[in-house]
Structures are given as C-alpha cells and as structure tokens.
C-alpha cells in the first residue's frame, strides 16, 4: 500500500490493500486530507438521515498521552490524530428541547442502541476509506470503549446520551506490515440463505493459514491460530462491564 505521491488511490486500491497500521511518523495531517476526512465522515448514511453519531477528532497531545495511558495502545499518542466515533442521541434531545417537542428516548431500546452504534462504526468506516486513500495509515482501536469506559466519558466529557463506539488512529505510516489473510469469499457472503457447505472444514483451512501466516509474518511472530486466539479474546470480553457504563450513559435499554 505504500504510497508516497499526493495521488489518491484508487477505489480498488483504497478497499483491497487497507491494513491497520501501528507505527506512525510524528508528524501533522496535510490542512487537505484533514479536510477530506472530516467531510467524508459527514457525508456518511446514517438510519433515517437522523445522524445518531458524532466524532471528537484528537489533536491535543496531552490528551492523547492520557488516553494512551489508559488504552495501553501507543498509536494513541503517536498518530498525528485520534478520532472518538460515538454514538450520540443528545444532539436530537438538545434540539427537541428547543422546540418543545417530546423525546420518547429512543435511546433506551435495543435497537436505538444498534442504530447509534451502527451510524458510528459507517462513519468511522468513512474515514477509514478517505485516509486509506489519502496513503494515510489508520487503526480502530475498539479497547478504548471496553478498557475504562467511566473514565474515557469523562476524559470525553460525554453527556448522557452519548457513548464511545470506537477510537481510531491516523497518521503517516512509519510502516507497511503485512496484509492479514482473510476468510475466503464463501466463509463470508452467502447465497439467498445463511451457510456454506462444510463450514467447519472450511473454517479450519482459514485457522491453518492463520497460524502459517502469523509464524512466517514479517515483524512479531506469533504460534497463534484464528479460532483459539478469538476465543481468548471473547473470554477477556466477558470481564467488561459495558451494559453499566451503557447505563450511565443513558442507554438503559428497556426493550
């Protein structure tokens, strides 16, 4: 991917060769591909054009100090930018307030709940998609929402209504890693109906080119496989506490 022209790259170029990247040059975004990916973000669907989403970009280095202290990530503090995707219902309350109207808390539902998150994660996704196209490096970093969320909504100042989806990082790449293989094409997107034939045969051809490619890798080796790493992730996750920091952001869902 590497690309050091001020040509954008094209489309195919842009979705096919992404890759997060860890490692950034210290140095600020162009005045323009700051611009770019501020506009795309904006520019993205959101569920009934509501907009339930919004986005602190990051540029104070104190900041992104604290939050990568907190994170334990270093891209935090060594991109040129973070940006806090959230999703975001206090904006339609502010406004509902102004006009004297009802706001029945759509946020309190399950699936108010998935449409913020939703609008954050494709608005995350568009800056993704610019940056990437730019010859920027990016990485979404989801721990920043699991790690400490009482403390991250402060650090924030996040009011309720408001929650932290996803933090990304941005900058120059200091490097280009390899490019991790993915689930073949019908592991993936299936055909009128969920499944594929011998899906768990397929599944353990996709661990073994995990554990090849994670053992032959340039940079950190590793003897992790797909299916078991995972797993120790998902494990970890069932430590965290989201439903009561979701709580006290004021997604208390009832339905």
């Known amino acids: 991917m590497e690309h050091n022209d001020k040509t954008p790259l094209s489309v195919e170029r842009t979705l096919l060769e992404r890759r997060s990247i860890r490692r950034y040059e210290r140095m600020p975004l162009s005045a323009d591909d700051a611009s ?3 506009d795309s973000i904006r520019n993205t669907p959101t569920s009934y054009n509501g907009q339930q989403f919004s986005v602190i970009e990051i540029t104070d280095q104190e900041l992104k100090e604290q939050l990568a202290e907190i994170v334990g990530q270093k891209q935090l503090k060594t991109s040129a930018v973070v940006f806090a995707f959230l999703s975001d219902f206090n904006k ?10 009802e706001n029945p808390g759509f946020e309190r539902t399950a699936d108010g709940l998935i449409v913020g998150t939703v609008d954050a994660a494709l608005a995350m996704m568009s ?5 990437t196209s730019r010859g920027l490096a990016t990485c979404p970093i989801g721990y920043a929402r699991t790690v400490d969320p009482t403390r991250i909504s402060a650090l924030l100042g996040l009011p309720k209504g ?12 200091r490097e280009i890693p390899d490019q991790h293989p993915k689930q073949p094409e019908d592991l993936v997107i299936f055909k009128n109906s969920y499944g594929t034939p011998n899906m768990a045969d397929k599944l353990m051809a996709y661990d073994r080119t995990i554990s090849e490619f994670n ?10 496989d797909w299916t078991g790493h995972i797993l120790g992730y998902y494990r970890e996750g ?3 506490n ?3 920091a979701l709580r006290a952001q004021g997604y208390d869902v009832e339905k």
Do not use: E, H, Q
Not at 92 to 101: D, E, P, Q, S, Y
Not at 162 to 173: D, Q
Not at 215 to 224: H, L, M, P, V
């Open 162 to 173: 408001v929650y932290l989806v996803c933090a990304l990082a941005v900058g120059v790449p």
């Open 92 to 101: 339609i309350a502010v406004a509902a307030r102004a006009k004297g109207l």
């Open 215 to 224: 053992a032959t890798r340039s940079g950190t080796k590793s003897d992790n």
């Open 127 to 131: 800056a993704i998609v610019a940056a």
């Open 238 to 240: 069932m430590n965290y």
């Open 242 to 244: 989201m439903l009561t």
């Open 36 to 38: 770019f990916i501020r």
